[in-house]
């Protein structure tokens, strides 16, 4: 069992920058953010195995943030800049412990965090 806990999100006027973190209580090696906005269903942001040697981002993020992971026990970094009105909503940490799992914007994440609010004002 791993828990994960954000912290980071606040209020941020638009073309602002915030970097999330994600704490794990144990090792992980597939990370990943998500988020979403109120009304909408849940979207991936943002793929990463620990070391970086695999990143993914969905189209309307990429250029803007930045996902990290150094090693397996470290937080998990989400490096968000230039931020709009339209990436408001709840961002939450994903991963998986599985060394081996295939790490992409599909992978089907077992641990969640409880999230952080991020709000961008215009």
């Known amino acids: 069992q791993v828990e994960l806990v954000e912290s980071g999100g606040g209020s941020v006027q638009a073309g602002g920058s915030l970097r999330l973190s994600c704490k794990p209580s144990g090792n992980i090696y597939c990370t990943a953010w998500f988020r979403q906005a109120a009304g909408k269903e849940r979207e991936v942001v943002a793929v990463?195995?620990?070391?970086?040697?695999?990143?993914y981002y969905a189209d309307f993020v990429k250029g803007r943030f930045t996902i990290s992971h150094e090693q397996a026990k470290d937080p998990v970094y989400l490096q968000m800049n230039s931020l709009k009105p339209e990436d408001t909503g709840v961002y939450y940490c994903?991963?998986?412990?599985?060394?081996?799992?295939?790490?992409?914007?599909?992978?089907?994440?077992?641990?969640w965090g409880l999230g952080t609010q991020v709000t961008v004002s215009q």
């Open positions: 994903a991963a998986e412990w599985y060394i081996q799992t295939i790490c992409t914007l599909t992978t089907p994440f077992t641990y």
């Open positions: 990463t195995t620990t070391g970086g040697g695999s990143t």
